[in-house]
């Protein structure tokens, strides 16, 4: 056991044969080689934005041991594209943020020619299953959000602590609406079965008095 607790990767039968210790070699060649691990998120080249998919630097979490189970921190590996669901224009942006820990998985060749040209491409080089070739998948270990969508099976629940904001030309809503608060529309015009019911509509049957109107007539 090294000093620090952590048993290490050589023990006393790794060095009792010619097979043992053949055995032992093979398991370090194994060991070098990067295929799927916890990360944490340095940071990020986009911030939420409308933009194409960025980059992230990681630093593995799972730190290296040697032989003699000695503990050694990984250096970050910078600029490793992570996942967005995407499907040509069609997106859901939720970019990383500095401090996420997720997991990032490691190709087997290198992926720099690929991230250059984003098409066909022989491998940079003869390296594989390197951290240099990492992409980010995303979180695994995370508190509670304050800001999401819900599926459940009441239905579906969007919350946000600050504004939800929807642009498109038209929109439409199928079935009954219930608002809680306050609605204010700014321009256009509000119409219910095809008859204004904003501030410039008009009333048929006016009289004076305590006589009430007709409905509205636009």
Same mark, same amino acid.
């Given at each position: 056991?090294?000093?620090?607790?952590?048993?290490?990767?050589?023990?006393?039968?790794?060095?009792?044969?010619?097979?043992?210790?053949? &055995?032992?070699?093979?398991?370090?060649?194994?060991?070098?080689?990067?295929?799927?691990?916890?990360?944490?998120?340095?940071?990020?080249?986009?911030?939420?934005?409308?933009?194409?998919?960025?980059?992230?630097?990681?630093?593995?979490?799972?730190?290296?041991?040697?032989? &003699?189970?000695?503990?050694?921190?990984?250096?970050?590996?910078?600029?490793?594209?992570?996942?967005?669901?995407?499907?040509?224009?069609?997106?859901?942006?939720?970019?990383?943020?500095?401090?996420?820990?997720?997991?990032?998985?490691?190709?087997?060749?290198?992926?720099?020619?690929?991230?250059?040209?984003?098409? &066909?491409?022989?491998?940079?080089?003869?390296?594989?299953?390197?951290?240099?070739?990492?992409?980010?998948?995303?979180?695994?270990?995370?508190?509670?959000?304050?800001?999401?969508?819900?599926?459940?099976?009441?239905?579906?629940?969007?919350?946000?602590?600050?504004?939800?904001?929807?642009?498109?030309?038209?929109?439409?809503?199928?079935?009954?609406?219930?608002?809680?608060?306050?609605?204010?529309v700014n321009g256009g015009t509000v119409k219910n079965d095809g008859v204004s019911?904003?501030?410039?509509?008009?009333?048929?049957?006016?009289?004076?008095?305590s006589d009430t109107s007709g409905p509205p007539s636009t």
């Amino acid at each position: 056991m090294s000093p620090n607790g952590s048993q290490p990767l050589l023990g006393s039968s790794d060095k009792n044969s010619d097979i043992n210790a053949l &055995e032992a070699v093979i398991r370090a060649f194994f060991s070098g080689r990067w295929m799927a691990r916890p990360v944490k998120v340095i940071s990020v080249t986009n911030a939420g934005g409308v933009s194409p998919i960025g980059y992230v630097s990681l630093l593995p979490l799972v730190q290296q041991i040697d032989g &003699e189970g000695d503990v050694t921190p990984h250096a970050t590996i910078y600029n490793a594209p992570y996942m967005r669901i995407q499907g040509g224009a069609n997106a859901v942006i939720l970019d990383p943020q500095a401090g996420d820990i997720g997991i990032a998985v490691f190709c087997d060749r290198d992926i720099s020619a690929v991230k250059s040209s984003r098409s &066909e491409a022989p491998p940079g080089s003869s390296r594989q299953n390197d951290p240099a070739d990492a992409v980010y998948l995303g979180s695994i270990i995370a508190a509670a959000p304050a800001q999401y969508v819900r599926f459940n099976e009441s239905g579906i629940e969007l919350v946000s602590p600050t504004q939800v904001h929807i642009q498109a030309p038209a929109a439409v809503i199928d079935g009954n609406t219930t608002i809680n608060g306050n609605l204010s529309v700014n321009g256009g015009t509000v119409k219910n079965d095809g008859v204004s019911i904003d501030k410039t509509h008009t009333h048929s049957g006016v009289a004076s008095g305590s006589d009430t109107s007709g409905p509205p007539s636009t």
